[in-house]
């Protein structure tokens, strides 16, 4: 159904609505078109309800080429799985070398089409060139990756009719599908498949760590057949140079599988292209690992995959438990304690399970609990063993045992700012057990790693900053860093990727920088909350400030915003979506159970932060 100008719906003609429950489909037909007069608006559909699918109706008889664009560009919005329907709309040739997966272009609105696509004079009775305008919000490239790009949309295609049998078809059209963004919203989903990063490894045993890398798949066109083969492809462009997949080059689903679904015990099985000899025990193991992450954004129940090799035989089972074993995952991890400074600047904690209002914290063991030196802002380690606070009135930042009879000892970085606001910014962890803090001194910003086991920070190059750093905040995963980026009186947000010294000298640098929420200007507050989302306080222009959830790639999501609070000044989250949010605001340390209101903790604490 097409959205009115009011915002309701209405019918268009060829198409009939019903629901999946039902047993019935959407067929998206063709709807009549002016031959003459301004731009008509492909109006897109609005989201419907999972279980529904849209199906195109073929092109009817003896219709003129303004009709067959507009059924065309119904077609791509349609559930059909190799757009075979849209190919109909094409000629011979054109079908045979169009590539729909080559991109997807998001309009804000449904595409609009010059509706003079009549033909010319007498001599060009046979040929008809259409245009297609709009405004661009976003692109998905053949990787599915999502990339928010704001700009004007232009495309010509042409058309010509077939001398012997009288039909128009398009035979000149760029590669790609293009939609408006409610349809976008109804015919895609965003899901994260995992990688492991390169250089990063946690524990004894050198245990992998899990990096989320976002994409887009159609959701009602077998999704975990597609994602499954997106995952084998390999890490998209931006995540590659930081990450690792276990799987052996040129591994694919072996030929003809589809349909992908796991069996009445929860059990996935992926059948590959791949001998026994091409794989280790070990590896194989990894390989279920980065499918079952992946696999149970879509199906959470999923609780085992088996891989078989090119002969049907079993190469490996991994249940739950052992892929949880087997590679850290930030979102998996339950923080066990809430962290903050009371009123009298000690470092205190509290158990993340704990319910009620009031205070229930207990200062920390060793020199942190015990007050003094002017702490500021703190950052406790993944495991909960040691902890980085700012103090001396963010002048040094300091690194302590989280464990009776502990020492301060001396400062591990230090900054000259003038003030408070312009010395360091609250430092933060990731699962490896590096150390990340900003110098926010507009005369010397810097940003700082201090690296597992080491005393010497480094100073880490970010070529491409637009500004001076004043927050940030490092995923748990070490390959990717949140930064806020004050320029010209604004702070906008930044997310990075972390490369690492490979051995040429090069050192640690933040490259790829992108902006996921550009209306943003005025971000005072962030943290990591889920494998690829961060929470963030901020503004728009001329707006109030507001918190909500900014995907990385800049998507948007359907989890809705945490409830209004006013004077919001810190913020922490954990990657477990699991656990209670928490900020400091106008009223001290509050927290958010879920399907509650925001609950006051402590009136005269500061400085709240998770592990991380």
């Known amino acids: 159904m097409a959205a009115d100008r009011t915002g309701g719906a209405r019918r268009r003609p060829g198409r009939?609505?019903?629901?999946?429950?039902?047993?019935?489909?959407?067929?998206?037909?063709?709807?009549?078109?002016?031959?003459?007069?301004?731009?008509?608006?492909?109006?897109?559909?609005?989201?419907?309800?999972?279980?529904?699918?849209?199906?195109?109706?073929?092109?009817?008889?003896?219709?003129?080429?303004?009709?067959?664009?507009?059924?065309?560009?119904?077609?791509?919005?349609?559930?059909?799985?190799?757009?075979?329907?849209?190919?109909?709309?094409l000629t011979a040739d054109a079908a045979r070398v169009w590539r729909p997966e080559r991109s997807t272009t998001v309009l804000a609105n449904g595409p609009s089409i010059a509706t003079n696509c009549n033909p010319g004079g007498r001599e060009e009775a046979d040929s008809a060139t259409c245009v297609l305008t709009g405004a661009q919000v976003a692109t998905v490239d053949a990787q599915q990756a999502y990339q928010p790009a704001e700009a004007p949309y232009r495309r010509k295609l042409h058309l010509t009719k077939n001398p012997k049998s009288g039909q128009w078809r398009i035979d000149g059209l760029p590669d790609g599908v293009v939609m408006g963004k409610s349809d976008f919203q109804r015919n895609y989903t965003s899901v994260d498949k995992y990688y492991f990063a390169s250089k990063t490894a946690v524990g004894s045993g050198g245990q992998p760590v899990a990096v989320a890398d976002p994409v887009f798949v159609r959701s009602k066109v077998d999704p975990m057949t597609q994602l499954v083969r997106s995952l084998l492809h390999g890490p998209t462009a931006?995540?590659?140079?930081?990450?690792?997949?276990?799987?052996?080059?040129?591994?694919?689903?072996?030929?003809?599988?589809?349909?992908?679904?796991?069996?009445?015990?929860?059990?996935?099985?992926?059948?590959?292209?791949?001998?026994?000899?091409?794989?280790?025990?070990?590896?194989?193991?990894?390989?279920?690992?980065?499918?079952?992450?992946?696999?149970?954004?879509?199906?959470?129940?999923?609780?085992?995959?088996?891989?078989?090799?090119?002969?049907?035989?079993?190469?490996?089972?991994?249940?739950?438990?052992?892929?949880?074993?087997?590679?850290?995952?930030?979102?998996?991890?339950?923080?066990?304690?809430?962290?903050?400074?009371?009123?009298?600047?000690?470092?205190?904690?509290?158990?993340?399970?704990?319910?009620?209002?009031?205070?229930?914290?207990?200062?920390?063991?060793?020199?942190?609990?015990e007050g003094g030196n002017g702490l500021l802002s703190v950052a406790v380690s993944r495991d909960e063993d040691t902890a980085a606070v700012v103090g001396d009135r963010g002048a040094s930042l300091y690194r302590s045992s989280l464990a009776a009879g502990g020492s301060l000892g001396d400062p591990l970085v230090t900054s000259a700012g003038a003030a408070p606001t312009e010395r360091l910014a609250t430092p933060s962890w990731d699962a490896r057990g590096d150390l990340w803090v900003a110098d926010r001194d507009p005369h010397r910003p810097r940003l700082f790693v201090v690296e597992q086991g080491g005393d010497k920070p480094v100073q880490v190059a970010v070529p491409d900053l637009p500004g001076r750093i004043t927050d940030a905040r490092v995923a748990a995963d070490?390959?990717?860093?949140?930064?806020?980026?004050?320029?010209?009186?604004?702070?906008?947000?930044?997310?990075?990727?972390?490369?690492?010294?490979?051995?040429?000298?090069?050192?640690?640098?933040?490259?790829?920088?992108?902006?996921?929420?550009?209306?943003?200007?005025?971000?005072?507050?962030?943290?990591?909350?889920?494998?690829?989302?961060?929470?963030?306080?901020?503004?728009?222009?001329?707006?109030?400030?507001?918190?909500?959830?900014?995907?990385?790639?800049?998507?948007?999501?359907?989890?809705?915003?945490?409830?209004a609070l006013p004077g919001v000044k810190a913020i922490a989250a954990s990657e477990n979506e699991r656990v209670p949010l928490v900020a400091y605001s106008d009223d001290g340390i509050v927290r958010l159970p879920s399907g509650a209101q925001w609950q006051k903790i402590d009136k005269d604490g500061t400085a709240p932060v998770y592990p991380g």
């Open 478 to 563: 070490g390959t990717r860093i949140a930064l806020v980026v004050e320029k010209d009186g604004k702070q906008s947000l930044s997310i990075g990727r972390i490369q690492r010294d490979d051995g040429t000298g090069q050192g640690i640098s933040v490259d790829g920088l992108h902006s996921p929420a550009p209306d943003l200007e005025e971000v005072s507050a962030i943290s990591w909350a889920g494998d690829s989302r961060l929470l963030v306080v901020g503004q728009e222009h001329g707006g109030v400030q507001q918190m909500r959830y900014v995907q990385i790639d800049g998507s948007a999501l359907d989890s809705p915003a945490p409830g």
């Open 16 to 89: 009939a609505v019903a629901y999946a429950a039902l047993g019935i489909v959407v067929l998206a037909g063709c709807a009549s078109m002016p031959d003459s007069g301004d731009l008509r608006d492909v109006e897109s559909t609005p989201r419907q309800d999972t279980g529904v699918r849209v199906f195109a109706m073929p092109p009817a008889e003896g219709v003129g080429p303004g009709e067959i664009m507009q059924g065309f560009l119904e077609a791509l919005t349609s559930d059909d799985p190799g757009y075979d329907t849209a190919r109909k709309y």
């Open 238 to 369: 931006w995540l590659g140079p930081v990450v690792r997949s276990s799987f052996p080059t040129g591994t694919a689903l072996k030929k003809g599988v589809s349909g992908l679904a796991p069996d009445d015990q929860n059990k996935l099985t992926v059948p590959l292209n791949l001998k026994p000899s091409q794989v280790t025990s070990g590896t194989c193991t990894e390989m279920a690992t980065q499918v079952l992450f992946t696999l149970r954004n879509l199906v959470p129940t999923l609780d085992s995959v088996e891989l078989q090799g090119a002969g049907g035989g079993r190469l490996c089972e991994v249940r739950e438990e052992r892929a949880e074993s087997a590679a850290w995952h930030g979102s998996a991890r339950r923080p066990e304690y809430l962290y903050f400074l009371d009123g009298k600047h000690r470092l205190v904690r509290m158990p993340t399970g704990s319910t009620g209002t009031g205070t229930g914290a207990d200062r920390v063991p060793g020199p942190l609990g």
